[in-house]
């Protein structure tokens, strides 16, 4: 699963990197179908790989551990594909002449629908050119991160699912010592 789930991770989110502004709702659902699947076989397998890899008395450190992780990178992949968004959009603005000041000339952070709207043709074009650049640009390094997952899911060792715990791997009960009568 885990390298099933990473081809088809990356595949989404490469299919995700070549959209554009004329891109249809069939085609973004169909490549969400993909991605979706590829996280869909990635998320759940990987903490269960976690689990199966320990003893069971460090099932839930290894939980845990694996969720951190996994939210640690999220966080860092926010910043940093948000830092590539930012850049890409800005440059792209930059370089079609609409300078550092946004097609609008106020901030494109400020940017809403009804601003987007009252622009001119050619100014809403440019901008929504621009949106389309830096959503592609996440999208490619998403997708570059995600097939180096893919290579590294080749390397994780099978260890097959633990069925019923043995008596010997549970931790034996504390002894039972009954108090003296009337306490």
């Known amino acids: 699963m885990p390298i099933a789930g990473g081809a088809?991770?990356?595949v989404g989110?490469?299919?995700f990197a070549t959209m554009g502004t004329g891109t249809s709702s069939l085609t973004t659902s169909l490549y969400m179908v993909v991605l979706g699947a590829g996280v869909g076989g990635l998320?759940?397998?990987t903490t269960l790989i976690a689990q199966n890899s320990v003893p069971v008395r460090d099932m839930g450190a290894a939980t845990g551990a694996s969720t951190f992780l996994r939210n640690m990178g999220g966080s860092l992949g926010v910043s940093v594909l948000g830092a590539?968004?930012?850049s890409r959009l800005t440059e792209y603005l930059t370089s079609h002449g609409a300078g550092h000041a946004g097609a609008s000339g106020g901030s494109s952070a400020r940017m809403t629908p009804?601003?987007?709207k009252s622009l001119p043709e050619a100014a809403r074009h440019l901008f929504q050119e621009a949106v389309a650049s830096g959503i592609g640009a996440i999208f490619f390094w998403a997708a570059v991160v995600a097939a180096a997952g893919f290579v590294i899911a080749w390397f994780i060792r099978h260890v097959p699912l633990r069925g019923a715990v043995a008596a010997s791997e549970e931790e034996a009960p504390a002894e039972v010592v009954p108090l003296p009568a009337g306490h």
Do not use: D, K, S
């Open 13 to 15: 989110l490469g299919l």
């Open 8 to 10: 088809l991770m990356a």
């Open 114 to 116: 009804q601003v987007l």
């Open 84 to 86: 590539i968004y930012t």
């Open 43 to 45: 998320i759940e397998t």
